[in-house]
């Protein structure tokens, strides 16, 4: 698998796995601006961003780096059950090694589902200092609509050609994958899952995007964060869009992240 600029993956060992990584434009000694850093979904990789990442940073002039967390994409398997704190771990210990190693100081972390769902974590712990938040289809707390969807995915799985789809980007990593984020996200202990205390220590700016017919997660999440976070808050809901704003409607996702990052560079 290449990463998204058309090259092979880097790699780099953290926190005891080797994880891909790629930068979709300048690395921090080359860039002007502060570093974008893309935070996949669950069944995600750094590959299934496609072109945004490279087309944000274009358009603001920032850095831009890619990932693939432990057990995704071209990253170390990851076998096993996940543990409930699986999210708590990638953003309190995974993240912060990557960043230090990479050289990235006070990014803009812009994460997708799970990945925004970290990155609030991260910011909200306040040890390690970060510029501005882009979220797209947050989770801080488990919907029964999000349980469902999951459930269902599973069926699809099996009987469609999602798991042919996934396998371009995850290769002998995908049943693993899919199966280790499924299992945590439908147990019965998952469901007490919530980060919404992790949004009271947020105080730098932050962008939410979500669209109206997400069928992961509903306008709530997005309630939730604008009355909890300490920081300046924009939200932008789009309609006709899924859980997926950066492939249902990209020329809104793209220019409504390149506006609010415009913004945080001019201001910093």
């Not at 690395?27 to 502060?34: H, K, L, N, S």
């Not at 912060?96 to 589902?113: M, N």
């Not at 970290?118 to 979220?135: E, N, R, W």
Request: glycine share 8%; aromatic share 8%; with cysteine.
């Amino acid at each position: 698998m290449t990463a998204p600029n058309g090259a092979a993956p880097s790699f780099v060992t953290v926190s005891g796995h080797r994880l891909a990584y790629a930068w979709a434009a300048a690395p921090p000694a080359d860039a002007q601006f502060p570093t974008l850093v893309f935070l996949h979904e669950g069944l995600g990789s750094m590959t299934q961003w496609r072109d945004f990442p490279a087309a944000v940073a274009a358009r603001t002039g920032c850095g831009a780096l890619l990932y693939d967390r432990w057990g995704s994409g071209s990253s170390e398997p990851r076998l096993g059950r996940r543990s409930v704190t699986f999210m708590h771990d990638e953003a309190l210990k995974t993240l912060p090694e990557l960043l230090e190693t990479l050289g990235i100081a006070r990014p803009i972390l812009v994460g997708h589902s799970d990945g925004a769902s970290i990155a609030i974590i991260l910011a909200g712990a306040g040890l390690t200092p970060v510029a501005g938040l882009v979220l797209e289809a947050p989770h801080v707390f488990v919907e029964s609509l999000t349980v469902r969807s999951i459930a269902a995915i599973k069926t699809v799985f099996e009987r469609s050609d999602l798991k042919t789809r996934l396998m371009r980007h995850h290769g002998a990593n995908t049943e693993s994958m899919f199966h280790g984020w499924t299992d945590i996200w439908l147990s019965p202990e998952f469901l007490e899952w919530n980060i919404t205390s992790s949004l009271r220590g947020i105080h730098c700016p932050l962008l939410v995007i979500q669209g109206e017919d997400d069928h992961y997660g509903t306008v709530a999440q997005v309630d939730a964060i604008r009355r909890e976070v300490q920081g300046p808050c924009e939200t932008v809901l789009l309609p006709h869009c899924g859980h997926a704003p950066h492939i249902d409607q990209r020329s809104a996702a793209e220019d409504a992240a390149v506006r609010f990052i415009r913004a945080l560079v001019a201001d910093a």
